[in-house]
T-cell receptor
Framework: GAVVSQHPSRVICKSGTSVKIECRSL??????MFWYRQFPKKSLMLMAT?????????EQGVEKDKFLINHASLTLSTLTVTSAHPEDSSFYIC????????????FGPGTRLTVL | DAKTTQPPSMDCAEGRAANLPCNHS???????VYWYRQIHSQGPQYIIH???NNETNEMASLIITEDRKSSTLILPHATLRDTAVYYC?????????????FGTGTRLTVIP
């Protein structure tokens, strides 16, 4: 149990385009979903926290108008990188916190975004 | 959430036990110790967590000292697939909005 998927696993796009990444909890309902970003050889950094049906809470320094998060259901959250630029190239990882199990976070496999 | 200190890297021979230490001297009474690992280019994988009692599951054992200021993650029979960065994180449980603070972790290399 506690499987989280992400789609796509890898995306390459041109500068100025928008990219949507989906995060799904496959076998459980998630109270909260989190979005992290990881640059090469660095640790994960939290970008935002979202609860189903409410607005996401962004970490300091993360532009909410650039990184749009929608948490439409207890099993799906999406991150849209708008007007992507090369500096947005990174590894984006989501996690989901289950209603059961004491809110342990389970992570997706990540999405590698490359902006040309 | 309390900060943790881990050695940056460790080696372990295949088939032997891997013992990964973590110091969390400022841990609060209601903070749990969590362990995750991240294999290259993948999302972190949950391993185990505990409060004060030792815990064991199919992946590993977690030994927490009586004063809770340090802990050790034990992989009883390390395999090459256990090569990864291991993160020790302390956080309050039951507050779902709290994020996990990933420090630098310990890079474990399992040697054939």
């Amino acid at each position: 149990g506690a499987v989280v998927s992400q789609h796509p696993s890898r995306v390459i796009c041109k500068s100025g385009t928008s990219v949507k990444i989906e995060c799904r909890s496959l076998d459980f309902q998630a109270t909260t979903m989190f979005w992290y970003r990881q640059f090469p050889k660095k640790s994960l950094m939290l970008m935002a926290t979202s609860n189903e049906g409410s607005k996401a809470t962004y970490e300091q320094g993360v532009e909410k108008d650039k990184f749009l998060i929608n948490h439409a259901s207890l099993t799906l959250s999406t991150l849209t990188v708008t007007s992507a630029h090369p500096e947005d190239s990174s590894f984006y990882i989501c996690s989901a916190s289950a209603l059961w199990g004491g809110d342990t976070q389970y992570f997706g496999p990540g999405t590698r975004l490359t902006v040309l | 959430d309390a900060k943790t200190t881990q050695p940056p890297s460790m080696d372990c021979a295949e088939g032997r036990a891997a013992n990964l230490p973590c110091n969390h001297s400022t841990i609060s009474g209601n903070e749990y110790v969590y362990w995750y690992r991240q294999i290259h280019s993948q999302g972190p994988q949950y391993i185990i967590h505990g409060l004060k009692n030792n815990e064991t599951n199919e992946m590993a054992s977690l030994i927490i000292t009586e004063d809770r200021k340090s802990s050790t993650l034990i992989l009883p029979h390390a395999t090459l697939r256990d090569t990864a960065v291991y993160y020790c994180i302390v956080r309050v449980m039951g507050t779902g909005a709290n994020n996990l603070f990933f420090g630098t972790g310990t890079r474990l290399t399992v040697i054939p």
